[in-house]
Structures are given as C-alpha cells and as structure tokens.
C-alpha cells in the first residue's frame, strides 16, 4: 500500500481506509432481537430494494399480524377527543384510548402500539394540520399523545404500573351469599380469568368445572392460595420525586410514596386473598373431595376396626386352640397316669395275691407236718404257730417263697427247725444293725444342739437394736457381731439361721437387755408408773369409742376410766405416743417393753 507522505505530516501518522460491506449476520440478529423485543409473531426478511438498500417498511404479512380491525376509528369523535385533552393532566387521562387501543388496551403488543403512535403522529403531528390547512385551535393534544406514547410504548415497567391501576379494570368480586352450586362456575369464572393477568408465572391455572380432576383443582388453589403478583401502584403516586428541591426533599417524597404503595399493595393482597378462601369454601368439587376424603377415611376406619376384630378372633381361636390341646394333654397325662396307677394296683394285688399264696402255703405245710414238732398239741406247737404266724407277716414273698422251696426238700423236723433258727439269727443281727444307726443319728443330732449363754443372748439384744429391720444382710451382720463380742470364742461360730431361730425364741420370752432397764426405769415418770392395767385397758377402750371429731371426748374418756382426771388421762396419752415414737426411731420393740411400767400390758401399746 503507497503511502501518502502529506497525510503523514499533516495527521502523523498514516490513515486507514474503512472497508463498507454489506450487513451480515450481526445486523440480522440484531434485527431478530428487536423484532422479538417488539413481541412480533413472526420474523420476517426485509427485501431489499432496486437501489440495494434494505426495505424498512413493514411487508403485507406483517401488517396482518397487527389487529387493525380492533383500533379505534380515527374519525371526527376522535379529533373532538384529543381538542378536550389538557397536557397539564396528561396522568389522568386514558392512553390507550388516546392512541386508538381502547379495544385492546394490556392485551396490545408492543408493535401495535408503535404502530398506532406512528399513525397518530402522521396524521394528527400539528405539521402535517398546518400543511394541509387544517385549522388547530391549539397543540396541547399532541404533548397528549407524546405522553401517551412515552408511558405504555417506551418502557416496559410504566406500562406495567399504568395497567396496575387501569381504570377500565374491574375490581370487583362477587359477594359470597350470592354464590351458590347451580352458579359457582359462571359468577368466578370471569372473574379469575381477570385478575390471573397479575400473575409472575404465565399461564395461570383457570377455575375449570366439575369434570376438571382433582390434581388440577388442587394445583389450582395451591397456585393461588400462593399468590405471586406483579401488580403495583407507583403511577399513583402522589409526590412526584423529581419535583423535589434537593436529595432530603426527594428521600422523603419516596418514603412517602414506598408507604402508600405498601399500603395498596397489601389491599390487593386482601382482595385475592378473600376471593380464593370464598371459592375455596363455596367449591362444590372441594365440598365432593372432603366428603369423599371424609368417606374414605370412615372406611379405613371400619376396615382397621375389622381388622382388629379380626385379629382378636384370630387370637382368641388360637387361644381356645392352645387350651384344647393343653387339656387334650392333661387328659392324655391323666390317662396314662391312671393306667399306671391300675397297672400298679394289679401289680400290687398280683403280689398281694401271690405273697397270699405262699403264706397259706407256709400255713398248709406247717399244719401237715405237726408244725415240725411231732406232736398233735402242746406249747412247742403254740410256740412253732406263732414263729410261723411272725415269718408270714414279715417276711417278703420272695423270702417266703424261698424258704417255703428249701422246707419242702427236707425231711426231717430238725433239719427244718435248724432252717427256723438260721432266719431268726439273720433277722436279729438286722435288728442290731438298724438300732446302731439310729442311736448313732440321735448322737449326731445331740451333737449338733446349739446352747446359747447369757452373754450371748444379750449380744443378740444388743445387734438387733444396733441393726434394726432393713439393714442389708441383716442376720449375718449380727450372727458377725455375735461371734465377735462374746467371751467364750472357743465354742463352735454361731450361724444365721441360729442367731434367726434364737431371735424368734427371745422375742417370745420376753428377755430384756441389762442396760436398757437401768436406763429406762429412771426415765419413767411417777405419774405414769400410777397406771393399773385396768386403767390402762378402760383408756385403750374409751379411745377406740370416742372419735377425735367429738367435741367431748376427754371429758368422756375420764369418765369411762373412771379413777382418772381429764388433764391425767391426755397426759398418760401424750405419753404413750412420744414412747411408741422413740421406739420406732431407734428401730426396737423390745426396749419398748422396759420402759412402761410392770403393772401396764405392753402388747396394747405396741
């Protein structure tokens, strides 16, 4: 590339020629994301023309994509419109219908209205008037339109909190007596299909009607019972803060104007609020859901219920099923045991019989042979019946049977008699043996006799005072105690079964530690030791009669006593209930038995 030495001197450096190309595929997507932007239904290439410039007026397809059909008429109504609008209260007059979008008004694209504006402004900019010779009494209506244009055409937000606050927009919902089940679904219907426009998330979910399922019913009030709006209210603002003088003038306008949006948008809450609790309450399907839920959980109820009976029974014939075959058991136990015990009875009277055989066997030979003495009559024979009569009766039918067997092999009387002799020697050595272990028993036992000495008894006294009831291995502890204090301590240990049995044996004599009668006798007071048996029993008696809830009591306690004064008879009382109280804290009734006198019975008090 030649360079220029004058362009050098005069710039410094040399300068780049710029390359023109046609526009490629940055500027189609810029034009797609515009297109887009401008909520077209659809993207169409520009032609371009003879003179290879691209086309920008919008082809025959575009324009059938815009309802023109539902713009307003820009007639002669509409130009005595626009003479009546004030540019200085541009905020409360209506834009869409100042741009011709009255029909359409939140529904009207973004490319509508830039066409409707486009429109007005070719038509009605006070120019092209003056131009054609239209007279103008004044040009405030197009600031109007300008306005218009800049609030619902330029930015997406200001169109968003104009139609918050659309006076067109219906409000209203329907009172909640006026709702029944023939017109449920056509009085909320309209009015959801109204207020969903609010809605962050697109599409809403509709009303539907009876046949709409449950999934969907319940999708549908869970979405707006969770409501998400983008409705808000700063058109209504009533401070403009760019009027302010300076930034803390500006702050408080906003504080002021963030309060009152605040405020109307916790009321709209309200309203949507209110109108999803009354068609929740008023729903004949959410009526039919409960009523089926209701239904449902009532047959659940039944079935758990005959389950359980079910279950019961089931237990129940199990039971008798167990008791069956238990008492099938004991029956079956019951026979076998009374078959044993048949079979042991015949075995019994077998024996009973046979032992009856040998005996009258015995008996038979001894009357045949004379009894083995050789003589018809005498004492030998009275002696030689009783040896048999004795041999019978104590003898076994094995011994009887045997020696029956050996007699009828002799023949001799005295071989018999010898038989006789060698019995009676065997039974009298067994005689001597058996009195030698049972006298020898009784020396054990007499062995085993423990003896108990004074000191020890009062050992045993002492231990059971010092280790009352409750104490853990009570016994032992005093058999321990015992065994420990004594003065004989070569004598065999006392155990604790003894110390138990010597305890019971004490208690039962009324034996009485040395120590605690010295101690007690002087704690005794004279008054008290006055008392007779005979008092002490009639007082015993008339406090079993008189109540504590009678008013006389005392008064009629010493006259039942009869010796005694009201005043002696609650002392000896009073007495008698600190005495049981000493006992029963340091754990003893047998000190109990010293310290009351001689003459009083110490079982009524204990």
């Given at each position: 590339m030649a360079v220029d030495p004058l362009a050098v001197a005069v710039y410094g450096f040399v300068q780049r020629e710029r390359v023109y190309e046609e526009a490629g595929i940055f500027w189609e997507a810029r034009v797609i994301r515009h297109r887009c932007t401008m909520e077209k239904r659809c993207v169409k290439e520009h032609a371009e023309n003879g003179n290879g410039q691209r086309d920008e007026s919008p082809s025959k397809e575009d324009e059938e994509v815009l309802r023109l059909e539902l713009m307003d008429a820009d007639n002669d109504k509409y130009?005595?419109?626009?003479?009546?609008?004030?540019?200085?209260?541009?905020?409360?007059?209506?834009?869409?219908?100042?741009?011709?979008?009255?029909?359409l008004r939140y529904d009207a694209t973004t490319a509508e209205i830039r066409h409707a504006y486009r429109q007005k402004v070719l038509k009605h900019h006070p120019d092209k008037k003056k131009a054609k010779g239209v007279p103008i009494p004044n040009e405030e209506y197009y600031v109007c339109i300008t306005k218009a244009f800049e609030q619902i055409g330029t930015n997406e937000q200001k169109r968003k909190a104009y139609d918050s606050v659309d006076e067109k927009f219906d409000d209203a919902i329907p009172n909640e007596k006026s709702l029944n089940k023939d017109n449920f679904f056509t009085l909320l219907h309209a009015v959801f299909e109204r207020n969903k426009r609010w809605s962050n998330t697109q599409p809403a979910p509709g009303l539907g009607d009876m046949k709409t399922p449950r999934e969907e019913v319940e999708f549908f009030y869970n979405f707006w019972f969770d409501w998400d709006s983008w409705r808000e209210f700063s058109y209504l603002d009533e401070e403009d803060k760019e009027k302010g003088e300076d930034r803390w003038e500006r702050r408080e306008m906003e504080k002021m104007n963030k309060a009152e949006r605040e405020r109307r948008r916790k009321d709209e809450m309200k309203r949507i609020r209110k109108l999803v609790e009354m068609a929740y309450a008023k729903d004949p399907r959410i009526v039919q859901f409960k009523k089926d839920d209701k239904d449902a959980k009532e047959r659940a109820k039944i079935e758990k219920q005959r389950a359980a009976r079910e279950k019961i029974e089931e237990e129940e014939r199990k039971k008798k099923e167990e008791e069956e075959r238990i008492r099938k058991v004991k029956?079956?136990?019951?026979?076998?045991?009374?078959?044993?015990?048949?079979?042991?009875?015949?075995?019994?009277?077998?024996?009973?019989?046979?032992?009856?055989?040998?005996?009258?066997?015995?008996?038979?030979?001894?009357?045949?042979?004379?009894?083995?003495?050789?003589?018809?009559?005498?004492?030998?024979?009275?002696?030689?019946?009783?040896?048999?009569?004795k041999i019978c009766f104590q003898s076994t039918i094995e011994d009887l049977t045997s020696l029956c067997n050996r007699i009828e092999n002799l023949?001799?009387?005295?071989?018999?008699?010898?038989?006789?002799?060698?019995?009676?020697?065997?039974?009298?050595?067994?005689?001597?043996?058996?009195?030698?272990?049972?006298?020898?028993?009784?020396?054990?036992?007499?062995?085993?006799?423990?003896?108990?000495?004074?000191?020890?008894?009062?050992?045993?006294?002492?231990?059971?005072?010092?280790?009352?009831?409750?104490?853990?291995?009570r016994w032992s502890v005093v058999a321990d105690y015992v065994n420990e204090h004594r003065k004989d301590k070569k004598g065999r240990p006392k155990k604790e079964k003894e110390v138990i049995q010597q305890?019971?044996?004490?208690?039962?004599?009324?034996?009485?530690?040395?120590?605690?009668?010295?101690?007690?006798?002087?704690?005794?007071?004279?008054?008290?030791?006055?008392?007779?048996?005979?008092?002490?029993?009639?007082?015993?008696?008339?406090?079993?009669?008189?109540?504590?809830?009678?008013?006389?009591?005392?008064?009629?306690?010493?006259?039942?006593?009869?010796?005694?004064?009201?005043?002696?008879?609650?002392?000896?009382?009073?007495?008698?209930?600190?005495?049981?109280k000493k006992n029963k804290a340091n754990g003893s009734a047998l000190v109990c038995s010293v310290v009351i006198p001689q003459s009083t019975p110490t079982t009524s008090i204990l």
């Open positions: 130009w005595k419109f626009l003479m009546k609008l004030d540019s200085n209260n541009c905020k409360e007059q209506d834009h869409y219908k100042v741009l011709g979008l009255s029909k029956e079956e136990e019951q026979r076998k045991a009374k078959e044993e015990k048949e079979a042991e009875k015949a075995k019994k009277n077998e024996l009973k019989k046979a032992l009856s055989e040998q005996r009258k066997r015995l008996r038979t030979m001894a009357e045949s042979n004379k009894y083995w003495t050789g003589i018809d009559v005498g004492d030998e024979v009275v002696k030689m019946m009783e040896r048999i009569e023949k001799l009387d005295d071989e018999v008699n010898a038989v006789f002799e060698e019995l009676d020697g065997i039974k009298v050595v067994k005689k001597v043996k058996v009195e030698s272990k049972s006298e020898k028993e009784e020396k054990d036992k007499e062995n085993q006799k423990v003896t108990w000495s004074s000191d020890e008894n009062t050992l045993l006294i002492k231990a059971t005072n010092l280790y009352p009831a409750g104490t853990v291995d305890a019971k044996l004490v208690q039962t004599l009324g034996m009485k530690a040395v120590e605690n009668i010295a101690e007690a006798a002087s704690t005794v007071p004279q008054a008290e030791a006055s008392w007779s048996a005979a008092e002490q029993r009639s007082l015993e008696q008339a406090l079993k009669q008189f109540p504590s809830s009678d008013p006389d009591r005392w008064d009629k306690i010493a006259e039942a006593v009869g010796t005694k004064s009201k005043k002696e008879a609650i002392t000896r009382y009073k007495y008698i209930i600190e005495l049981v």
